[in-house]
């Protein structure tokens, strides 16, 4: 892939940043301090955090003629369902390798990749490099047939994936300029290495939900490939306390992010990414390094899709039915 790609536009930006007042005072903030930046209502696919990622991505796919995108996941992956949807909106067929077997359930964001016409390529249970090995076989199998891959890497978190979301820095602080805080989730590194590359590392506060080993290695190593500066791991503001039992599980604060996100203001999240980076800034909130007074944007990356995909989600919330 080359470096210098143009763009290809997939929805129209900017996206909406909504005050949060009854949250904020839920959360021990005063009301004018918590603000949504509202990347989940992004019209492409259900909308999420990647498909400004996947504007540079893909982007840089038709410059290399690509007919086929290929990408990786976990089986209630939001970045393969948006894939599938940014093919299906330029006319490039999709694969989408998926860790996992057919048959354990297909609701969520496994739906709409069948809606959105992608092809589905089971890798079974196995690790990263598993899921890697399987993704280049996939390609391999491709180019035999006279096809022309693109693979789009995991999580879209590429230093060229990122560049979206140091975009969407100069949109936030065009939205805020008092700006002091700006929360994501952090899965595989690169909304917050975009951020950190457009607002400096002491403006963002990441949460790891659990995706990669070691999160601030990972988001370093992309911002020092985006920006050519350094970045030290240890100067992120990461907080690596709402991972739980692990991706697939689903905690406590979580839960109860859910719940008072959506009876205070009305907003969904998911239980694996924005449910997480609420519950973090819940934390960062009593341990003080969130503070009443300063302007804090909570980046909503989207994710309703897997709230549906997560069965022990959907009991918790069914069960709050009254
Ligand atoms: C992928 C994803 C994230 C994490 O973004 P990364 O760039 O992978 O760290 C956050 N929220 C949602 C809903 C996602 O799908």
């Avoid at 992956?77 to 909106?89: D, E, V």
């Avoid at 990441?206 to 190593?221: E, I, N």
Wanted: aromatic share 4%; charged share 20%.
């Amino acid at each position: 892939m080359t470096s210098d790609a143009r763009q290809v536009r997939l929805a129209s930006w900017p996206t909406p940043l909504e005050p949060a007042p009854r949250l904020a005072r839920a959360i021990g903030l005063e009301a004018d301090d918590l603000w949504l930046k509202r990347d989940d209502l992004v019209g492409l696919g259900g909308g999420g955090n990647k498909v400004r990622k996947l504007e540079w991505i893909v982007g840089a796919a038709l410059e290399d003629d690509a007919d086929v995108l290929v990408t990786t996941g976990a089986a209630q992956s939001n970045h393969a369902r948006l894939t599938a949807a940014a093919g299906a909106r330029l006319g490039l067929d999709v694969v989408l390798v998926l860790k996992g077997e057919a048959g354990r359930g297909s609701s969520g964001n496994l739906a709409l990749d069948g809606l959105l016409g992608a092809r589905v390529v089971w890798a079974g249970d196995t690790d990263n490099a598993g899921m890697a090995d399987a993704a280049d076989q996939v390609v391999a199998d491709l180019v035999r047939d006279g096809r022309r891959p693109a693979l789009v890497p995991f999580g879209g978190s590429s230093a060229l994936g990122a560049r979206g979301y140091r975009e969407c820095a100069d949109e936030l602080l065009a939205q805020a300029p008092d700006l002091r805080t700006v929360v994501t989730a952090a899965g595989s590194g690169g909304t917050m290495a975009g951020l950190v590359a457009g607002l400096g590392d002491d403006r963002v506060l990441g949460v790891h939900v659990g995706a990669v080993a070691d999160p601030a290695r990972t988001v370093a190593d992309l911002v020092v490939e985006l920006t050519g500066a350094d970045c030290d791991p240890h100067g992120l503001r990461l907080r690596l306390d709402q991972v739980g039992g692990g991706y697939a599980t689903l905690p406590e604060p979580v839960v109860a992010a859910l719940a008072t996100t959506a009876r205070t203001e009305g907003v969904v999240l998911d239980p694996v990414y924005t449910g997480r980076a609420m519950a973090g800034l819940v934390a960062a909130v009593e341990a003080g390094d969130v503070r009443p007074g300063e302007r804090t944007v909570f980046l909503h990356t989207g994710g309703l899709p897997g709230l549906f995909g997560s069965a022990a989600a959907v009991l918790r919330a069914e069960a709050m039915l009254r």
